[in-house]
């Protein structure tokens, strides 16, 4: 099997085909991760740099630790420690990387579409690990392989994301994904955190969590920036948590059995309770695992079978 | 069970453009019957009967443009008193401005606002919230938790809101909660230092005025604004008719847009600023005559949705003052009626489109239960006799403060009895 891509840069442009692939694959590194002995050969001697300019410590974490399972080199950059600070512009911190010979690059940034533009200068897969509130595609996936694995399937499922969608990149991903799987995506969010055109995302867009929810089978919640919760996007945390945030009143609507998810890191009494977070719903701990699988597979296929593996 | 009847008296209710002499049977609070048909209603035992002949019943004002001075200037009104005024003119139900000190922006302020009348108010007392905090234009409150609490409407003061920005997010946000956002367009910048409406009697008079744009330009910003986010929006106070033509044109297009004028830009001009008199320094400034016979012509025909007081308590402290040092404002509440009615007299608006932009209509903008005489409706009701002459005399001002716009005016037509809940508030 090959699989028809150099770069996971979003889900934009995969087909139902490469997502079941690659969640099919991530199953499998599952079952490494679960065993006593965790380390495989399936990269040696392949280097990997994560490359962050946004600070993160989940999903570095996460990628770094799923290279090192794969039997990678991985070496980490954040933007505290690099020639970024020295003014160094983005297409030569490409370009000098480049000249290092790394088989992989998995790169966050704060502005939309700047991976994209490192990866028209190097001769490696380039991931997308998030970029400004455009994609953040192995986030989605690990979503997806979450509700593949307690529900059986994604298709024709309710799947209702809650929260700052306007500023959110996990948002967007999981739209795009979980329709081309073909769930039916609802958003509820008050309009202030609502991206303009929502309505033709291929969504149902609601203003109240009674009706989002409403026999729901996944609740995706979103995080809330601190800067965002004072007045100038909503008016206060009380009142956010008062209308979006995800309480035992609101998660009724859902259907009884419905996953309860989260992207992390949460603020718990701002878009969640903590005893939601904390229930027998909620996944959020499986997400954290299905990550490092996610990224394993990613990883695995895109340096051995992708259009670029050598 | 408590009744009472009104008997032969003529009723104006726009709620149901019912214009004809009969009766009104009130119980327990609550309108049982009204009009002609009410004397075929089996009148409880106990009823007490009041003869109104000559007389006429209108659904009891509802004035949606009220400043107090509680909290923070008690010395010119308070709840209380504010009441007692709009009771003497026949007003039932008075949205209260939010910015008092401390400004009206917290759950725990509409709570305090709400007590108090509740304990002390005669009629009805809505707050409006403040838009943003502190007034400031900056951040907005909890709309969600503020509307809850019991806030009929957001307001940004006296002054737009300078910042775009801010201002669409506040209307998109306030588009959620259904809630109207009532705003007093007027642009701080331009219109500056001024203190009276600029052109040829304030370069006389050697004031600084304040260009009809201070007010034409945020509307229309406003305006463009509403359209982005579909939110509703409510002018307050207009005074020009670029203005009106304005809201003429944006309800064209299907806006969700309503407007507002106080009695003092209908019934009164620049020229009575005369020698400096501070009682009509207001905002937005008193304009010309042409412009106030517009103003009057955009009411008759429903541009301009409905009337306030814009009552505004000033004692001397603000008032006494050379022209350009003293603050705007003049009380209103209980000449809103008797004022109105100068327009009825003098035929350029008939009498149901008054008492509608009076009570049915600001009750319909802000989903209250008043404006109306319908059967089930609570008895809000003002009687009036609309031939009564009579001069406003500063000892007769109940208002804690004096600075009557209207102070040895002559009036044709009085309030001489307002019901709030079937019980008598007020009787001349």
């Not at chain 1, 010979?101 to 490696?124: F, I, T």
Request: glycine share 8%; with cysteine.
């Amino acid at each position: 099997m090959s699989f028809p891509h150099r770069h996971l840069l979003g889900i934009k442009g995969l087909s139902e085909l490469d997502i079941h692939y690659l969640l099919d694959q991530a199953d499998e590194a599952v079952k490494i991760s679960r065993r006593r002995e965790k380390k495989t050969t399936t990269l040696r001697g392949l280097t990997q740099i994560n490359l962050f300019f946004e600070s993160s410590t989940r999903t570095q974490a996460s990628f770094e630790l799923a290279g090192k399972r794969l039997g990678a080199d991985v070496m980490n950059m954040s933007v505290a420690n690099s020639s970024v600070k020295k003014g160094e512009t983005l297409v030569d911190t490409a370009m000098t990387l480049n000249a290092m010979r790394p088989d992989v690059l998995v790169v966050r940034h704060s502005s939309a579409g700047a991976v994209a533009l490192l990866s028209q200068k190097v001769g490696c897969p380039v991931i997308n690990a998030g970029d400004g509130a455009h994609e953040h595609p192995t986030q989605a996936l690990l979503d997806a392989l979450t509700i593949r694995r307690a529900k059986g399937k994604v298709g024709r499922l309710i799947v209702t994301i809650c929260g700052d969608v306007l500023h959110s990149r996990v948002a967007r991903s999981n739209i795009l994904l979980l329709s081309a799987l073909g769930a039916r995506v609802r958003v509820v969010a008050p309009s202030t955190l609502l991206p303009s055109g929502i309505a033709d995302m291929g969504v149902e867009v609601f203003q109240r969590m009674e009706d989002g929810l409403r026999d729901a089978d996944v609740v995706m919640m979103l995080r809330l920036q601190r800067e965002r919760m004072a007045g100038s996007f909503v008016p206060s945390v009380r009142e956010y948590f008062r209308y979006f945030g995800l309480d035992a009143e609101k998660l009724k609507a859902a259907k009884s059995d419905a996953l309860v998810m989260h992207p992390g890191p949460m603020n718990r009494g701002v878009e969640i309770a903590s005893d939601i977070a904390d229930g027998p719903q909620s996944v959020i701990e499986q997400q954290v695992e299905m990550g490092v699988a996610v990224r394993m597979a990613v990883m695995e296929t895109l340096m051995l079978h992708g259009e670029l593996a050598r | 069970m408590s009744a009472r009847i009104l008997q032969n008296v003529r009723i104006v209710d726009p709620s149901t453009q019912m214009d004809e002499i009969g009766d009104i049977v009130i119980v327990d609070g609550r309108i049982a019957a009204c009009g002609t048909e009410a004397r075929d209603f089996e009148r409880p035992s106990n009823a007490e009967i009041e003869d109104c002949e000559g007389l006429i019943a209108i659904p009891g004002l509802v004035d949606a443009c009220v400043h107090i001075g509680e909290p923070g200037a008690e010395h010119r009104e308070t709840i209380a008193s504010a009441s007692r005024a709009a009771a003497a003119g026949g007003v039932t139900s008075i949205i209260m401005m939010p910015d008092t000190d401390p400004v009206i922006d917290d759950v725990a302020l509409v709570d305090f606002v709400l007590r108090l009348a509740r304990d002390e108010a005669i009629v009805r007392v809505y707050p409006a919230a403040a838009l943003t905090k502190g007034l400031a234009g900056e951040e907005m409150t909890e709309f969600g938790l503020l509307l809850d609490a019991g806030a009929v409407m957001l307001s940004n003061g006296r002054h737009t809101v300078d910042n775009p920005a801010v201002m669409r997010r506040a209307m998109t946000y306030a588009r959620d909660f259904g809630t109207v956002i009532a705003v007093a367009t007027q642009d701080r910048q331009l219109g500056g230092a001024g203190v009276m409406n600029e052109g040829l009697f304030a370069s006389w008079l050697g004031l600084p005025g304040i260009p009809r744009e201070a007010e034409i330009i945020p509307l229309e910003r406003d305006l463009r604004l509403a359209a982005l986010t579909r939110s509703r929006y409510h002018a307050m106070s207009i005074s020009v008719p670029e203005s009106a033509d304005i809201i003429r044109a944006a309800k064209a297009r299907g806006l969700d847009v309503t407007a507002g004028i106080s009695i003092n830009h209908l019934t009164l001009n620049e020229t009575d600023i005369g020698e400096y008199r501070t009682f009509f320094r207001l905002s937005p400034p008193l304009r010309t005559e042409d412009d106030r016979t517009a103003m009057v012509a955009a009411l008759a025909d429903g541009v301009i949705d409905i009337i306030v007081s814009a009552h505004d308590p000033q004692d001397v402290d603000t008032k006494r003052l050379p022209f350009a040092d003293a603050e705007n404002g003049a009380i209103g509440l209980e000449t809103l009626l008797a004022a109105a009615l100068r327009l009825y007299h003098s035929g350029d608006v008939p009498l149901m489109r008054l008492i509608d932009a009076l009570s049915t209509r600001p009750a319909q903008i802000l989903g209250l239960d008043a404006g109306t005489l319908k059967p089930g409706a609570r008895a809000d009701i003002a009687l009036m006799d609309p031939e009564h002459p009579w001069v406003l005399s500063k000892d007769d001002i109940v208002s804690m403060s004096k600075n009557s716009a209207f102070e040895d005016a002559r009036f044709t037509g009085k309030v001489l009895q307002t019901l709030v809940a079937g019980v008598t508030v007020y009787r001349a």
